[in-house]
């Protein structure tokens, strides 16, 4: 999907249309520490490991993507839902 880099559309800050620039969202740092590996260490060594003892599914097929919009005029970022899409282009 091709998507221009600078556009018009609705600013929630200053609450009318502005120009917003375009960047995709890349994914943060994670520090390793879930609760749900945590969980999963409490659980015994013997007998069933219970829903942790499950086949996990598999990938989709594509990856839902996140746009962040900056207007141009108040500086502020919002976003809006992500949606999927093999190929992510941004235009002139």
């Known amino acids: 999907m ?3 880099q ?3 559309t609705y600013c929630p800050f ?12 890349k994914k943060g740092r994670t520090s390793g520490l879930h609760w749900i590996d945590r969980q999963k260490a409490r659980r015994s060594t013997v007998g069933s490991m219970g829903k942790f003892s499950k086949v996990p599914g ?3 097929p594509t990856k839902k993507i996140n746009i ?6 108040c500086g502020k970022a919002h976003l809006r839902a992500g949606f999927r899409v093999a190929k992510f282009e941004l235009t002139e």
Do not use: A, S, T
């Open 58 to 60: 598999g990938d989709k």
């Open 6 to 8: 600078k556009f018009n």
């Open 68 to 73: 962040r919009y900056r207007c141009k005029k």
């Open 14 to 25: 200053c609450r009318n249309h502005q120009q917003h620039e375009v960047e995709k969202v």
């Open 2 to 4: 091709k998507m221009p």
